[in-house]
């Protein structure tokens, strides 16, 4: 049971346009939520996070959204650069019967030049 | 300042074969905690600590223990290793719990068991 769903593998962008990626959850006791990037034979990095009770978070040209009515958030990156081709993950977060942490499965992001 | 590392950064065993992954931080966080990569899938947490001597199970912890006799080490132990525990293995830290501090990722452990 995938308790947070990445539904697109892998995500085409041109340069200088909008990347949209998309993350739906199907557990309402998630607290926080998280999107991580990952270049090959790295581990992660920490992008941006929301927490539950905001619906939008912005820091620089990354913003995620929360509509918790739809349980789903949506990272944009304006404008994608070559350099943002990574895998991204959401993940999200509580304490609720324990410390966890769900990712989803994650989604190729390739910015064409 | 190092960050994250992880020693090594491949392995391969047999099944039936023990072996320890070591994490290490330079950043004096309390918060350590191990996770699996498979392929088609997010990372799984393994188990984590939320301070020197502390251990917890996360979402996948059977076939595997942990410690945390140091603050700047968390060990990860496969006592009789499986072909179901190939994969590549992730350990992070970070200085508070999850809703105020950032989770910091080492580059990783790619082991297969045969």
């Known amino acids: 049971d995938q308790q947070v769903k990445q539904n697109s593998p892998s995500l085409s962008v041109q340069e200088g346009r909008i990347s949209i990626l998309n993350c739906d959850y199907t557990?309402?006791?998630?607290?926080?939520f998280l999107w991580y990037k990952k270049y090959p034979a790295e581990g992660p990095t920490f992008l941006i996070s929301?927490?539950?009770?905001?619906d939008k978070n912005e820091d620089g040209r990354f913003t995620v959204f929360l509509n918790k009515s739809a349980k789903h958030l949506s990272l944009h990156i304006v404008p994608s650069q070559p350099g943002d081709s990574a895998v991204y993950f959401c993940a999200a977060a509580g304490n609720t019967g324990g410390f966890k942490t769900i990712f989803g499965a994650g989604t190729r992001l390739f910015v064409k030049a | 300042n190092a960050g994250v590392t992880q020693t090594p950064k491949f392995r391969v065993l047999k099944t039936g074969q023990s072996m320890t992954l070591l994490c290490a931080q330079d950043?004096?966080?309390?918060?350590m905690y191990w996770y699996r990569q498979d392929p088609g899938m997010g990372l799984r947490l393994i188990h984590y600590?939320?301070?020197?001597?502390?251990?917890a199970k996360g979402e996948v912890p059977d076939g595997y223990n942990v410690s945390r006799l140091k603050k700047q080490n968390f060990l990860l132990g496969l006592e009789s290793a499986a072909p179901s525990q190939t994969s590549v293995y992730f350990c992070?830290?970070?200085?508070?719990?999850?809703?105020?501090?950032?989770?910091?990722f080492g580059p990783g452990t790619r082991l297969t068991v045969l």
């Open positions: 600590s939320v301070g020197e001597g502390t251990t």
């Open positions: 992070a830290s970070s200085l508070g719990d999850f809703t105020t501090d950032t989770q910091y």
């Open positions: 557990n309402s006791m998630f607290d926080y």
């Open positions: 950043m004096n966080h309390e918060y």
């Open positions: 929301i927490s539950s009770i905001k």
